[in-house]
């Protein structure tokens, strides 16, 4: 059931419009608890066929900014911690201007906020994705019957 209604999506590309879909973030303070909560009200409020659209969606999504993660963090390897790692390989000392100047650098390339917010998505979208991983497998295990869905 699940494989069939994947290839629906899949083959329905107009049906996945990514600029509506809205993504949750999982702050600190946030359980997986309160996500796994969410995450099951959620599919019982839209139903099977729109929830399989909508983590495929977060999928390409969750894909996406892993790869805008790794952009900036090789930018910031690049411009602030490899420069401040030979300066104090040198002998140099990095604290004072210089150290004000590479977190002038650090915030021009993403901003703390951005960081955070970004790694909060990120979070979220995997914890989903793990809650569906628990589910499918709860629901193998329950009915031995069925074949196997793909993984997600």
């Known amino acids: ?28 303070e946030a359980t997986f608890e309160s996500v796994k ?7 019982r409020r839209v ?23 790794e952009e900036m963090t090789k930018k910031i390897d690049e411009k602030c911690l490899r420069p401040a790692l030979q300066r ?3 002998g140099y000392d990095v604290t004072g201007l210089y150290w004000s100047r590479i977190q002038g650098d650090l915030a021009k390339i993403q901003s703390k906020k951005e960081r955070v917010e970004l790694d909060e998505r990120i979070d979220w979208l995997c914890a989903r994705r ?10 193998l295990d329950k009915e031995p019957d069925h074949s196997a869905s793909p993984a997600l």
């Open 1 to 28: 059931m699940f494989g069939r209604l994947w290839l629906r999506a899949v083959g329905h590309p107009s049906t996945l419009d990514l600029s509506k879909m809205v993504l949750g973030r999982m702050p600190a």
């Open 37 to 43: 909560r969410e995450f099951e009200q959620e599919l």
């Open 47 to 69: 139903g099977l066929k729109r929830f399989q659209e909508n983590i495929h969606a977060e999928q390409l999504i969750l894909e996406q900014l892993l790869k805008q993660r």
């Open 88 to 90: 104090s390989a040198n």
């Open 130 to 139: 793990r809650f569906l991983k628990e589910r499918n497998n709860l629901s």
